[in-house]
């Protein structure tokens, strides 16, 4: 009995092994397929039986050529949230560090698939800020946005402002996204550039969601129309 369990459980192993595999062996041929050739493949049938599999064992893994790239894009900003959060450090991170830590290994993980990203963004329309194949990879985005947001807003580091705060996480996602065209067009050595635009993007970012003169102002104009009926009439 023990026998057939420890049997089903390897077979089940090496059953999804197998799927796994050949997911990435299909994530892989399209990216060379599309930067050998400078295009996708003329149809999944044609892809599927370049890749030896059949048009079905395609569909059981991927619905479309676009859910490839969409997952690439998933996995690219899964892979460096696990990398930043698995620092020593991590913890010890204030909510600005975590920020830039995030973009800083982002740019750095993005090196290994650099000519793919090119090719990528250049096929989806200018002005998109979330376009279709990117929406699986703002959504992890945004969750890991929010923790850090969280925590900035708990240690006070940020100001918990009605309303706006809860869009701060918006403001991270279009840093997130000139970043990513602003390494795109870098040709500096070591995209040294780019790492200077981070520093600047997300420091300014923070600052402006950090406390101000222009908090004081406004608590003081909310008082003021508060206590507009004050009197200073004496007996």
């Known amino acids: ?22 997911r990435q062996q299909l994530e892989d041929a399209y990216i060379d ?3 050998t050739r400078g295009e996708r493949p003329v149809s999944v049938y044609v892809f599927a039986k370049d890749q030896g599999i059949t048009e079905q064992e395609f569909y059981d893994h991927f619905a479309s050529f676009d859910a ?13 949230i696990q990398q930043a959060q698995g620092q020593e ?3 010890g991170y204030s909510a600005r560090e975590k920020a830039l830590s995030f973009f800083y290994s982002y740019t750095e993980y993005l090196k290994s698939k650099r000519s793919f990203v090119v090719y990528s963004l250049k096929q989806i329309p200018p002005g998109f800020l979330t376009p279709a194949v990117m929406k699986g990879a703002k959504e992890l985005f945004d969750v890991f946005a929010n923790e850090v947001i969280q925590q900035g807003l708990e240690s006070k580091e940020l100001e ?3 309303f706006f705060a809860k ?19 870098d040709s500096s050595t070591g995209f040294e550039k780019t790492d200077e635009a981070i520093e600047k993007g997300v420091n300014l970012t923070f600052d402006l969601y950090q406390r101000s003169p222009i908090d004081s102002m406004l608590e003081y104009g909310k008082f003021l129309a508060q206590n507009a ?5 004496h007996k």
């Open 1 to 22: 009995m023990l026998l057939c369990i420890v049997t089903l459980v390897s077979v089940t192993n090496n059953k999804s092994n197998i799927i796994m595999a050949t």
């Open 33 to 35: 397929h599309v930067l």
């Open 68 to 80: 490839i790239e969409a997952a690439v894009w998933t996995e690219s900003v899964e892979t460096t």
């Open 89 to 91: 450090v991590w913890n």
């Open 160 to 162: 918990d402002r009605p």
């Open 167 to 185: 869009r701060y996480k918006d403001g991270l996602w279009a840093q997130f996204v000139f970043i990513l065209n602003f390494w795109v067009k």
């Open 229 to 233: 009926g004050f009197n200073f009439s």
